[in-house]
């Protein structure tokens, strides 16, 4: 056979265009009763949003808010690529989200929240207790001398005080930080650090698959990892799951920690005006996994972020106010914080807050609730599907819920699990969005408006109106539609949801989101800054869009992003580690999740003790979320001749997958070593193409 040594940068672009073998999928219709009855019929939606009608188009966003004072431009380059929508306005988020919906439906349920002891009784907040308490809420933060701009973090479970207290914070333009409650204290106080928080607001417990959790506890470790990084933090408050009650057993600091509870008597009733705010003042960051060890805060703005969800909640969610509605996300994330909190509230959306797991006490659970609640918009994630389908795939028929529409979102579904969810969940009756974005964009990106495309199992669907995704290769050039090529998918222009800046770190944002596609770093036109999602993605023939999963080195696991360099460094903490390399793995539940290969330093011998540390070590600096599938203890790492660690490589074998040809690296003969330790004596490899993600793994540096 000839040389079968490829010029690297050939490999490079072979790869981007990787031919992608898909059985396409039949389309399936949306109901005439669905259609009936939905927000967004008309069908010139999407040329009503054409390029050539950018960015007047999104004004029908902005009429979709209450205004303290009218913006003059709808969105200002000035100083591309950092966008700035609706200038020259004034708003307030909280009021848009609970004050405007008072003389209407001040008695309806805004929330319903549901604690995870079935026992336990539900408790509705209608939009009127809600005012009262968001109220109440801000005025202690305004009593703690806190006003807009500054920034203060929040580490809370799924419970009502969370969007309350994020309310109380939109109030008065605070920007809140809300790290995701099963992140680490570690994780939650390097997150406090680069935001520069003073105030941690927490709280002492929630009940997690059938335990009450002392999540205090976390508060402690985050404080002191915050300080180590340089950043104090002089208040920590602490909400009481029992209101009265302190139910965590770490005790409470004297002088920095108080109960929220006993705070808010001296606030009691008290009202607080909503300032009014300039439209492209930040509302809250989301920090995200990305290529480097250290997480970037997702700045938004408040007037193009709400406007972007309150849009996109009432066309593609197909949110009423007599609808009841039940996003399984977590608060904590992006998903939660458009499409629990802002988007449904300004839409004067009824909500269900569910506290606990999905399968808890068993599959069954979301079911009885969808029943007993009356929910009719269902909105998940792929692994939640795949979850309740492995435990209980006949359980849906036990009960008599009916959903008119179901959303999936945060990982690529493969076609059964999505048939089994249209058929089983659904009932053959609701229609299903497969919405496609990231934290950084605010809101979906790609997926079809229900009432007026057909669903495609497998695939997101078109552009969301107004976003005009496109695929580049990796010398620049667009990969037609229909092609069965994959590429980078990128958006060509702005939409008004999109992430304002990294946080403190305005060269971030360039390099990582537009720096390859961008020609001309001083242009002021849009069109010169295509923003790269980070995701492969093949589009149809039919145009709609097929996500492959990130091409970065992050891992999504059950959904969650998780950055490699992340868990790498955290196995480094390990004082016998040399070496750690990081990489995903195929599953059938979670989608991906990660395997961890390490390297002892010389004289320290493999034991079961060095790998129960590794794992202890991710859980105390990320989470337990990041727990590893396995730790390989290996005598070396596969490395190219300049020393870099072939994590490729790696990926292979632990996908049992050919290594492929290694004779150029520096150790070719550790890979047979390695690939004999993880798969065994015998050759177990299959010839099957690796997914994009993986097969791209470990690229990008
Ligand atoms: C992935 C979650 C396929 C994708 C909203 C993206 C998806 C990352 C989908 C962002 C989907 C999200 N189909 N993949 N419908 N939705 N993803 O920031 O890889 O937590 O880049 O935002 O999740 O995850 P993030």
């Given at each position: 056979m000839a040389n079968k040594v490829k010029p690297p940068e050939q490999t490079e672009v072979s790869e981007a265009q990787i031919a992608v073998h898909w059985k396409e999928e039949g389309h399936y219709q949306p109901s005439d009763r669905f259609k009936s009855q939905a927000n967004m019929r008309d069908p010139h939606i999407l040329e009503k949003f054409g390029l050539d009608k950018f960015p007047d188009c999104f004004r029908e966003y902005a009429d979709m808010l209450t205004w303290f004072e009218p913006y003059r431009t709808v969105l200002d380059t000035s100083d591309a690529p950092f966008w700035k929508w609706f200038v020259g306005g004034k708003i307030n988020a909280s009021y848009n989200c609970v004050d405007r919906h008072l003389a209407k439906y001040g008695s309806k349920a805004a929330f319903i929240f549901v604690p995870e002891p079935e026992a336990e009784p539900d408790v509705v907040i209608t939009y009127q207790e809600l005012h009262t308490r968001v109220n109440e809420a801000a005025a202690l933060l305004r009593g703690l001398g806190l006003t807009a701009g500054d920034r203060v973090t929040f580490h809370m479970p799924m419970v009502p005080e969370l969007p309350i207290t994020m309310l109380a914070c939109a109030r008065l333009g605070i920007i809140h930080s809300q790290v995701f409650g099963g992140f680490s204290g570690q994780a939650c106080g390097s997150r406090i650090q680069d935001s520069g928080s003073r105030v941690l607001i927490t709280m002492d417990s929630y009940w997690r698959n059938g335990t009450l959790v002392d999540h205090k506890a976390n508060a402690d470790i985050a404080v002191r990892a915050a300080k180590e990084l340089g950043q104090d933090v002089d208040k920590v408050l602490v909400w009481q799951r029992y209101p009265g009650k302190y139910s965590a057993k770490t005790p409470m600091a004297s002088g920095r920690d108080s109960f929220v509870n006993d705070l808010l008597k001296d606030y009691k009733g008290k009202n607080v005006e909503p300032v009014a705010l300039p439209s492209e003042g930040p509302l809250f960051l989301m920090y995200s996994s990305g290529t480097t060890g250290k997480p970037k805060g997702a700045q938004h703005s408040i007037a193009g972020f709400l406007a972007y969800v309150t849009a996109t909640s009432k066309w593609l969610l197909d949110i009423h106010p007599d609808d009841v509605y039940w996003c399984m996300a977590d608060i904590g994330w992006i998903t939660g914080h458009s499409y629990i909190v802002y988007g449904p509230l300004a839409n004067a959306g009824t909500s269900v807050l569910y506290e606990g797991v999905p399968t808890f006490p068993d599959a069954g659970r979301p079911w009885r609730i969808a029943e007993r609640l009356g929910v009719n918009i269902f909105h998940t994630a792929p692994t939640a599907i795949r979850m309740l389908r492995k435990l209980g795939p006949q359980e849906p028929r036990k009960y008599k819920y009916q959903f008119k529409s179901m959303t999936t979102v945060g990982e690529p579904i493969e076609p059964e699990a999505w048939r089994w969810y249209y058929?089983?969940?659904?009932?053959?009756e609701a229609v299903i969005t497969d919405t496609w974005w990231l934290t950084e964009t605010g809101g979906f990106l790609c997926t079809t408006v229900p009432a007026l495309h057909p669903m495609k199992p497998g695939s997101c669907g078109p552009g969301a109106p107004g976003i005009h995704p496109v695929i580049y290769d990796e010398t620049g050039a667009e990969i037609p539609k229909g092609s069965g090529k994959a590429g980078n998918i990128c958006i060509r222009n702005p939409w008004p949801g999109i992430m304002q800046t990294v946080w403190g770190d305005r060269d971030r944002y360039i390099k990582t989101y537009f720096a390859k596609y961008n020609k001309s770093p001083k242009s002021k036109d849009w069109r010169d800054w295509p923003f790269m999602c980070g995701d492969g993605a093949v589009q149809a023939a039919d145009g709609y869009y097929r996500i492959l999963g990130r091409i970065d080195d992050v891992i999504n696991v059950a959904g969650h992003r998780l950055g490699t360099k992340e868990l790498e460094s955290a196995c480094l903490t390990v004082p016998e580690i040399a070496e750690a390399a990081v990489v995903p793995v195929q599953d059938e539940l979670k989608g991906r999740v990660p395997e961890v290969y390490v390297a002892v330093k010389p004289g320290v011998p493999p034991s079961q003790d060095v790998v129960d540390r590794v794992v202890k070590a991710i859980e105390d600096v990320i989470g337990k979320i990041a727990r590893p599938k396995r730790v390989y203890i290996v005598p070396d790492m596969p490395k190219t001749r300049s020393g870099k660690i072939m994590r490729r490589v790696l990926a292979a074998i632990s996908n049992r997958r050919d290594v492929g040809d290694v004779t150029t690296l520096a150790n070719p003969d550790v890979v047979e070593q390695i690939r004999t330790l993880v798969q065994g004596k015998d050759v177990v490899a299959t010839r099957e193409e690796l997914p994009e993600d993986i097969a791209k793994f470990g690229e990008v540096e």
């Open positions: 058929d089983e969940v659904g009932k053959r």
